[in-house]
């Protein structure tokens, strides 16, 4: 069975960066489409970014478009997402997941692995 484990969450000020890392054990991502959701106290959990298994195609949630990059997802057994210029909005748990499928989704149902998540805290 695939384990995920996210990494790099933190508690930083508005504008600055953090670089989240989703390590894989018991297999490789190169088989798997990749995504990563947040979560927010009384809130639904929400699409971020996807990368499709061949990593050649990325998608982004509109409230996150030109400032976070997913990056990986094939060959290495990581994958990053860069959060630059965050907002307070952005606080959330974050949360890598793994599909058995070429494309990435937005919707959680769709994958098959789950890390336990990675607090990330943006105060103003």
């Known amino acids: 069975q695939v384990q995920l484990a996210e990494s790099g969450g933190g508690s930083v000020q508005a504008g600055e960066s953090l670089r989240l890392s989703c390590a894989a054990s018991?297999?490789?991502?190169?088989?798997?489409?990749m995504g990563w959701f947040r979560q927010a106290p009384g809130k639904e959990r929400e699409f971020v970014a996807g990368?499709?298994?061949?990593?050649?195609?990325?998608s982004y949630a509109d409230s996150v478009k030109g400032r976070f990059t997913i990056s990986g997802g094939k060959g290495p057994n990581t994958v990053y997402l860069q959060m630059n210029s965050l907002k307070p909005e952005d606080t959330a748990v974050y949360y890598c997941?793994?599909?058995?499928?070429?494309?990435?989704?937005?919707?959680?149902?769709?994958?098959?692995?789950w890390g336990q998540g990675t607090q990330v805290t943006v105060s103003s």
């Open positions: 997941a793994a599909r058995d499928g070429y494309s990435s989704s937005r919707f959680y149902a769709d994958y098959d692995y």
């Open positions: 990368i499709s298994r061949s990593g050649s195609l990325t």
């Open positions: 018991g297999r490789t991502f190169s088989s798997y489409s």
